[in-house]
């Protein structure tokens, strides 16, 4: 059991370090560098910008919390993407996530800044960086993909083979490929942009110029087809007006005479001809 001089002595101590803590000055005021300073000052500011509306706080949290913005988005750099519009879009979610959020619940502001910063980062590429709509689920397993295809490059020292990725991710082999091939949808290149491919100094060309032109000869070769079906219907007599009127060239009055029939016979059997041909044609096509 305690003496009574001991437990004098103890409750001396105690006050003594009770009167050494309210001695304390606010922790606004405290020296600056600990991370309760820190955390005491941007609460400070939120207050001040939420109770007063004041503008040069709000000012003052942007600059504090801008590094963690530009850090974020080049967490997502790409090499066709513009670190410059990431940076731009993770601002823009900054300056959301002052204005919503609530200093009274205590939460440090770090803890609500990142997952909305991440979220309009994402949804920046979901919405304006795929150059073909690509489902968002899918684009997240590229994003996935990606990342995990690059830490396991660092960490094997080579290109991870798809079984290992599908192990990494917890996913089929066939989700792997889908997401590798989605990747290749993110962006575009120009038909006009320049070859890369010809190993020669002059003028590349472009990609374009590789680009097959359409041939009107295949349209040629249909109705070649369904007109010999169509002539194969007809009788002889009718099939050879239609040579010497369309192959040869001659007019209706020297068909006449080289057949022996009048005219306004020639005429009538080639109109008839015609829509036989026509016909036959057309329902050998359909």
């Not at 409750?11 to 606010?26: G, Q």
């Amino acid at each position: 059991m305690q003496s009574a001089t001991s437990k004098a002595t103890y409750r001396s101590r105690r006050r003594a370090c009770v009167d050494s803590v309210h001695r304390l000055p606010p922790l606004h005021l405290r020296s600056a560098g600990t991370p309760t300073t820190k955390r005491a000052e941007e609460q400070a500011l939120f207050i001040r910008l939420q109770n007063e509306g004041d503008v040069s706080a709000r000012a003052e949290l942007v600059e504090r919390f801008l590094p963690l913005a530009r850090k974020l988005a080049r967490r997502y750099e790409r090499a066709n993407e513009p670190v410059e519009d990431l940076v731009q879009v993770a601002s823009l979610a900054l300056l959301k996530a002052i204005d919503r959020f609530d200093a009274t619940r205590g939460d440090a502001f770090s803890s609500y800044a990142v997952p909305t910063i991440l979220g309009e980062l994402k949804r920046y590429f979901r919405n304006s960086g795929w150059a073909v709509h690509v489902p968002r689920g899918l684009q997240e397993r590229v994003l996935e993909v990606n990342n995990a295809m690059e830490e396991l490059s660092r960490s094997l020292g080579r290109s991870p083979s798809i079984q290992q990725l599908s192990l990494r991710l917890h996913l089929s082999a066939e989700e792997v490929l889908e997401a590798m091939e989605a990747g290749d949808a993110y962006s575009t290149t120009s038909l006009d942009a320049p070859r890369r491919d010809n190993g020669s100094d002059e003028d590349p060309g472009t990609i374009a110029d590789r680009l097959g032109a359409i041939d009107d000869r295949f349209d040629v070769i249909e109705e070649t087809a369904g007109l010999d079906r169509g002539l194969k219907a007809l009788p002889e007599r009718e099939r050879t007006i239609l040579f010497l009127r369309f192959a040869e060239g001659l007019t209706q009055g020297e068909i006449a005479e080289r057949i022996g029939i009048s005219q306004m016979h020639v005429s009538r059997l080639i109109r008839r001809a015609v829509e036989r041909v026509r016909v036959v044609s057309g329902a050998a096509d359909a």
